[in-house]
């Protein structure tokens, strides 16, 4: 059934059967909407993996007990510029929706804002939270913590997360924020999936096999390594630290503990640049530091790229050509839509 | 001259010593004074590279009108929990010495405090900034910013800082914070110095030449490669945009478009455990976390080190058996003692 060209689908179209399927599979209407524009935005930036491929085991998790799919996230401590929330394992996109709601908030009062909401469930692609924050003309921070992922540098075994963080800030162009996002591992989990698909082996440096080791072959891959080996999982432990131990939720010490599914927690800054002295003029600015770095003469064979830049490109092509879906991700979905009765797009099928 | 063991000071002696030096030189007393505690920080814990050796350059930078050694800070914006302080080109230490304590200060009242110190001068080893203010039962986060250091990613040319970031937490040990401290660069520029010394290559992925063609041997190093590619390099830009832009002082705009010295901005966070509604718990909680880490299984060959335990150990050694100093470091501050009319300690000659 592949179609030439394979299967494209318009945006719009993709987030409104994605919000159709979990609200089928049980979540709320609004938390349904919140966790399709998250997916999709990871869609259109060209992160399949945090895309709508996650739909089935988001709502698998819900028939689990793992995502509270009807959760009321509620404010459980804070001070001044400080929230903290608490999700009651709401999906990760509600969870993180209130508590960049709060922080806007509390930085337009306070200069900045700092709202941590713990146990939620997976975030996905932080990148949305930040962005959202700095097209409001804000300056954004965001973190999450979650279960051991990645190997600790020095250890054998999994002993932190992959701690995604992201920075974003207005530029000139009111449309287009400065998204940075990273995650503290070597690698993304899904290039290593890309090169076990490919038959293509791995770089030394990305992953380790069951003994421990590093290795080349992708699929005897155990666990990631960490980004700059001790910087990437020291920077791992200090993000647990503010996300998780500080507001009482530890994650990594009770899955090492006992090796229970420890859900999430994150983090959420937003600064006002008007409180900086520089408010009016800090767009601009951003956009002329971007510019100089632009025309930085490129090394042989290099490319500089602003943080983001590839994702900007791909949302913009996107946009207008529709966003392409594996066909074995859209299989997957038809499957859960049939089983859920949802109507599959014509565009899928 | 070399004495059996090499040369070996107390802490306090050394710590005298670089501050009369600092104050002959033109240093404010109070300002010398918080310069050398700084100097020693480093020293006592192994990062001799941002020790006693540099007094000679900051001497040599006052009577070049880089750094003002009787700067007054003051603050210059602000609002709630954000506060931002022109230097006027101070002593580093005394910069972000006055951001760490405003920061402070205003994470009691509004449980977070979020202080920019614009136009300093070299900040130095950054961590004792945020060891203050974990052994103070709160939480820091220190970053600062200068002129490029580093290789952009992709770039043939130096684009951004090497950006220190440290975090620091109190733990169950009041005297104990863990102290995360790093840079965005794939080594420090002293592991390269040591491989020429000793005449050991150096590994692909550290530094490039003047072609901007990756290179193993040290002498030919003229700029260094950010960590884990373009993750260093955006963290980078973002860390300029919060500290530089942000307050209206940008470093890497300027130095790229005309090669000028920009100085140093720095940024001081402080969070109050209190704001977070789990204060009581919170440095047990560290320390849970921390021997759930130390618990983890060596990899083979490898070892399980928490941030900043090697710098630990190292200080802890060196308040007894006395801090040690290169010759040719010793010989150079004697050489500006005796410039300058100071008397070089016992142990120094």
Not at 3 to 18: C, D, M, S, T, V
Not at 160 to 178: E, K, Q, R, W, Y
Not at 302 to 312: A, I, K, S, T
Not at 315 to 335: D, K, N, Q
């Amino acid at each position: 059934m592949a179609k030439p060209g394979g299967l494209r689908i318009a945006a719009q179209a993709l987030e409104a059967y994605a919000g159709a399927l979990l609200q089928a599979g049980g979540f709320a209407p609004s938390h349904a909407a919140e966790t399709a524009e998250m997916l999709v935005w990871a869609n259109l930036r060209g992160i399949e993996s945090h895309g709508v491929l996650r739909i089935p085991r988001y709502v698998e998790m819900v028939g689990l007990g793992l995502i509270n799919p009807q959760a009321v996230v509620r404010q459980v401590a804070g001070r001044g510029a400080v929230c903290v929330l608490d999700a009651d394992r709401a999906p990760g996109a509600v969870a993180m929706n209130a508590a960049g709601a709060k922080a806007l908030g509390l930085a337009r009062d306070h200069g900045v804002g700092w709202c941590v909401v713990r146990r939620m469930t997976h975030a996905g692609a932080v990148g949305i939270y930040a962005e959202r924050i700095a097209t409001a003309g804000l300056v954004a921070m965001v973190m999450t913590a979650s279960k051991p992922l990645m190997i600790y540098h020095g250890a054998r075994n999994e002993g932190v997360s992959t701690n995604p963080l992201a920075i974003a800030v207005p530029t000139a162009d009111p449309a287009g924020p400065m998204i940075f996002d990273m995650s503290t591992a070597a690698v993304a989990a899904g290039k290593i999936t890309a090169a076990k698909d490919a038959g293509r082996p791995i770089p030394l440096g990305w992953a380790v096999d069951a003994e421990g080791r590093e290795t080349t072959d992708p699929a005897a891959v155990k666990a990631v390594l960490p980004m700059a080996g001790p910087k990437g999982t020291g920077l791992s432990l200090m993000i647990e630290v503010l996300a998780s131990v500080l507001v009482g939720n530890p994650l990594l010490t009770v899955a090492l503990r006992d090796g229970s599914e420890p859900g999430g927690n994150g983090i959420v800054v937003a600064l006002d640049p008007s409180a900086f002295g520089a408010a009016d003029a800090f767009p601009a600015g951003v956009s002329d530091l971007a510019a100089a770095i632009k025309a930085l003469e490129p090394a042989a064979g290099g490319v500089v790229r602003l943080p983001g830049e590839r994702g900007d490109g791909e949302r913009r092509r996107r946009l207008v050509e529709g966003i392409p879906l594996a066909a074995g991700t859209a299989a997957r979905l038809a499957a859960l839509a049939v089983s859920l009765g949802v109507e599959v797009p014509d565009e899928l099928t």
